[in-house]
């Protein structure tokens, strides 16, 4: 019998117990300081010598005595015969107190004369004024910074003391294969604790990785045996569900304690913490937002309690772009995409499926949910923090719409000119929804030829469709992708997949079929539907599926025979005010250039006659030219 989640510990709770029942350990290690940024002082630093050591001066001009100077004016100037020439840094002469300008000497036969009187020490750097020999430099607790790295240098400090926690990682799982190895059928990378290691070293913990160890209970508890003797803190990575072959719970009971198993948060629920000789073992869950929320939310901050230095937290307040849904009771962590759209900030949420790794790679930041909040509506102001530099915020796009490999190309483009472009692939409907929410830069949409259709509804039914301008990337050959170069006629004697209703190739089909005179009902796999036209090219290489509707290229990337039936268009959608926007600039300047043309010409399966070309939409749907005058100069 498999045993579930019988208790849950609220996130809070969960915590406090996990940050006051170990001691803190009381490893340091003396580093050189040239490595010591990010570290923690673990002693008092001083200094081995005063600096300056000696008085210097501070000044290009002569040291004098200051009283040779009294009463010195411009009336009454005094001739000094006893200085000596200085220079800035140079050491003053024992008999000397004071420095004078050169600008404000008068020479005449190798004597000076001056008009104002020096007072002492005047331009004068005093033997210990930055720093005097054995003061303190850093005291215990503080986090070295790189200029704190050229002041220890300075005070002749050339290694330091610092916080050091041995943390040992184990990676389980039959399944798993070392990262750098290619997985075959049924294997995964083992990424997750290569994932731990970085960051947890990043707070200064010296961290050891073990081998991976298959799923047997006797090799895991040997393996962390030998992990609880050599480390402070122990990470088992995987084994930490309620599955069959999950044993880190049994392993752990069977050498110490298990405090608790599970915890109340998304992702990360299957968290377990364990004490084996009076040292904490914490098990990570096997997929990927699920242990970073583990190492983010409980790992760094029982290091923060032992003295380390926090992961860099910055919050910015966020419009929500979109309604958020949680479930009451747990503490839920979304990654989220931060950019600015006008005066807000505006922040749309990735997925929250735990497996999903590239959520937390696309967003730049993320936000908490607290357990008695069941979600939160589109619009509300709500905290976010930031995982990247701020300041590429400003110089961000947002673009929701539908994803095509031509804007690929362009992303990387228009990251060398120093613009960041977030995409999503929602599809067509969800990027018009978003573009006329506000929530969104543009909108890559794609649009069925007109050839089929008179016109394409859902941008016909679009309120603002007359506000918008249509910057054409490039027209898409759209035709019936399989493994045997099917033709439409083919279509009611294989397996058939589909895509979603109101999406451009679904349209396309429709168009297809009503010439053909086929029923829906005649094709089979009409109603099998999948995301877009990526996926309907896997479903075909993989075997599910003989034929369905998706682009050349990506028929292509595939290895999949391609029939054309149509042309689409490939349309980048945006407000006409948007096109005043200097990234806007850039981006058509991209879009027209000889490099990025000859990219899709390389690529195939483009026509390229009206990339570049600005237009917007007539009463009728059909996309026209701008008139003179209508476009920002410089878009003609």
């Known amino acids: 019998m498999v045993n579930r989640y019988l208790t849950l510990l609220p996130l809070d709770e969960a915590l406090t117990i996990l940050t006051s029942s170990f001691e803190r350990p009381s490893g340091t290690e003396r580093i050189s300081v040239t490595s010591a940024i990010g570290r923690v002082v673990a002693a008092p630093v001083h200094a081995k010598y005063s600096v300056p050591e000696v008085n210097l001066s501070a000044m290009d001009g002569i040291a004098v005595k200051s009283r040779d100077t009294i009463g010195a004016s411009d009336t009454r100037p005094v001739t000094l015969t006893e200085f000596a020439r200085v220079n800035t840094g140079n050491i003053i002469p024992p008999a000397f107190d004071a420095v004078i300008m050169i600008e404000d000497i008068w020479e005449t036969d190798g004597k000076c004369q001056v008009r104002k009187s020096a007072v002492p020490w005047q331009h004068v750097r005093p033997a210990g004024e930055d720093m005097k020999e054995n003061k303190l430099v850093l005291p215990r607790g503080h986090i070295i910074r ?83 003797r050599e480390n402070d ?17 049994s392993v752990i009971r069977s050498l110490g304690d298990l405090i608790f198993h599970g915890v109340a948060v998304k992702p990360g629920k299957p968290v377990m913490l364990g004490k084996i000789d009076g040292k904490p073992v914490l098990g990570l869950p096997g997929y990927p937002l699920a242990a970073q929320t583990v190492l983010r939310e409980f790992a760094a901050p029982l290091l923060e309690s032992w003295g380390f230095p926090p992961a860099p937290r910055l919050a910015v307040t966020v419009r929500l772009g979109q309604a958020l849904v949680s479930d009451l009771g747990f503490d839920e962590f979304i990654p989220i995409f931060v950019g600015r759209i006008g005066q807000d900030l505006l922040g749309t949420p990735h997925g929250k499926g735990a497996f999903a790794q590239m959520s937390t790679v696309k967003a730049n930041g993320y936000t908490h949910i607290p357990a008695p909040v069941e979600g939160y509506e589109a619009g509300t102001m709500l905290e976010v923090l930031l995982t990247t530099d701020p300041g590429s915020i400003e110089r961000t796009l947002i673009f929701t719409g539908t994803l095509d490999p031509a804007l690929e190309d362009l992303v990387n483009r228009a990251h060398d000119e120093g613009l960041f472009i977030h995409a999503t692939n929602p599809g067509n409907i969800p990027g018009l929804l978003a573009l006329g929410s506000n929530s969104c830069h543009a909108a890559p949409l794609v649009l069925p030829s007109r050839s089929l259709l008179t016109s394409y509804q859902p941008l016909t039914q679009f309120s603002g469709a007359g506000d918008l301008a249509f910057i054409h990337i490039a027209s898409v050959e759209l035709g019936i992708a399989s493994i045997n170069g099917l033709e439409t006629k083919d279509l009611t004697r294989v397996r058939f997949i589909n895509t979603r209703k109101e999406t451009p190739s679904r349209t396309v089909l429709d168009a297809l079929l009503a010439i053909e005179g086929i029923h829906p009902s005649q094709v089979n796999g009409y109603l099998q539907e999948v995301h877009g036209p990526p996926a309907v090219a896997v479903a075909i290489r993989n075997g599910f599926a003989d034929a369905g509707i998706c682009t050349s290229s990506i028929a292509s990337a595939n290895s999949l025979r391609f029939m054309p039936v149509a042309h689409e268009d490939y349309e980048l959608v945006v407000r006409k005010e948007m096109l005043a926007d200097s990234r806007f600039k850039t981006l058509v300047a991209l879009i027209r250039s000889t490099g990025y043309r000859a990219a899709l010409e390389k690529t195939g399966g483009y026509d390229l006659t009206l990339t570049g070309t600005i237009r917007g939409m007539n009463g009728s749907g059909t996309l026209t030219p701008f008139e003179p005058g209508c476009l920002p100069a410089g878009f003609i």
Not at 148 to 166: K, Y
Not at 238 to 248: H, I, L, Q, V, Y
């Open 233 to 249: 803190l122990v990470l088992i990575s995987a084994g930490s569900s309620a599955g069959t072959r999950d044993f880190t719970e």
């Open 146 to 228: 790189a200029f704190d790295i050229g002041a220890l240098a300075t005070f002749g400090i050339t290694s330091i003391e610092v916080l050091s926690v041995r943390i040992g990682i184990i990676p389980t799982g039959s399944e798993l294969v070392p990262f750098g190895v290619r997985p075959g059928p049924g294997q995964v990378v083992e990424s997750n604790t290569v994932m731990a290691q970085v960051f947890l070293s990043q707070m200064g913990a010296d961290c050891t990785r073990y081998p991976i160890v298959p799923d047997d209970p006797d090799r895991i508890r040997e393996t962390l045996r030998t992990a609880v």
